[in-house]
């Protein structure tokens, strides 16, 4: 099976949620005209609020599945009918306490799921708190895992989903320059790592302080480029996802997850020192 998949890698607006909903509209309805085939978008990491609003941050939380903008980005998906992944900040129901979350919403508009990143860096935890998960999710285009942007460069939280039996990953990010090919590189990696396709999508544009310069692609099981989008700022970009290759990759020379060796591997569960 082959998922049609794109990427709207989009340049949000700090603190300016309606903006950025009608841009993120607009980004996925041009994708539904471009390529009509598309079942599966994917928009980065906090592109709801934008992704430098510091204390700003706790007023544009949102609650899952039925905050009000959830409702609006699950019409889009409907509107599209096309599954939509999209980074928002989760207001918890506990006063105060928010995530850097995934917001995923099928087809049908329907809410699928929530992901909660887990690796929040130092600057992000004054106002974020980890996910304690990494679940995956099933769906009609098949079960996927999704990271978002720091999440990517630790190898065991991609290996926990593909053991989960993740057929592909989605990592959303806002992950800021210099370091594009740092995030070129980790998305290959944990594509090769666990052979799973990847779908990754980095913002673009400009915050008070860091520029972004995009790179999102989707990589085959091995890491190998398929689409991507290069520098410009709200940019499209299709390809396929194909699930069918990866089981053929995975009989042969993808062996990485039948040769594993858990048991020297004990290190691994105990707390950073």
Known sequence: ?????????????????????TAIRDGVL???????????????????SGTDCGAGFFDLGVRWPDGKALTSLAAVAKEAGIMLIVGIIEASPAPGVMYNAAAIFDSDGSP????RKTHCLAREMLY????????VFDSDLGRFGVLICWDAAFPEAARVMALQGA???????AWQDPYASDWEMVVSARAYDNVLPILAVNRSGHDNQWTFSGHSKIVDCLGKTVAEAGEGENAIFAGVIDKEHTGEVRKGYGSQLRDRNPAVYGLLTYPNP
């Open 1 to 21: 099976m082959t998922i049609s998949a794109a990427g709207f890698q989009l340049a949000c607006h700090n603190g300016s949620p309606e903006e950025n909903l």
């Open 30 to 48: 041009a994708i539904a005209s471009q390529h009509p085939e598309t079942q599966l978008v994917a928009v980065p990491e906090l592109a709801l």
């Open 112 to 115: 699928l799921g929530c992901y």
């Open 128 to 135: 974020f708190r980890n996910g304690c998960e990494l679940p």
């Open 167 to 173: 057929e592909f990953l989605v990592v959303l990010g």
